[in-house]
């Protein structure tokens, strides 16, 4: 249990710092705020998971979009 607990936490780690190599195009940026909002407002909305999930992922595709035209 404690390997993979700690080979969870390695990979989590190396993801993170390799998504610093570079600067976040504005479609990634919006993507990434369109998911947090869209999951505070799905969970706000409908209060279980699959209205979080579905927030998120709907945040997500409207932020990319928005994104891409700035």
């Known amino acids: 249990m404690n390997t993979k ?3 969870s ?3 989590a780690s190396f993801i993170a710092l390799t998504g610093c190599a570079s600067n976040p195009t504005n479609a990634q940026i919006g993507t ?3 998911a947090v909002l869209g999951g505070v407002v799905g ?3 409908f209060g279980s998971t699959l ?3 579905g927030g998120a ?3 997500a ?3 990319n979009e928005v994104g891409k035209k700035r």
């Open 32 to 34: 990434a705020t369109g």
């Open 43 to 45: 969970n706000a909305a």
């Open 61 to 63: 595709l409207i932020g």
């Open 5 to 7: 607990l700690l080979m």
């Open 57 to 59: 992922a709907a945040g």
């Open 51 to 53: 209205g979080t999930v």
């Open 9 to 11: 936490a390695v990979a």
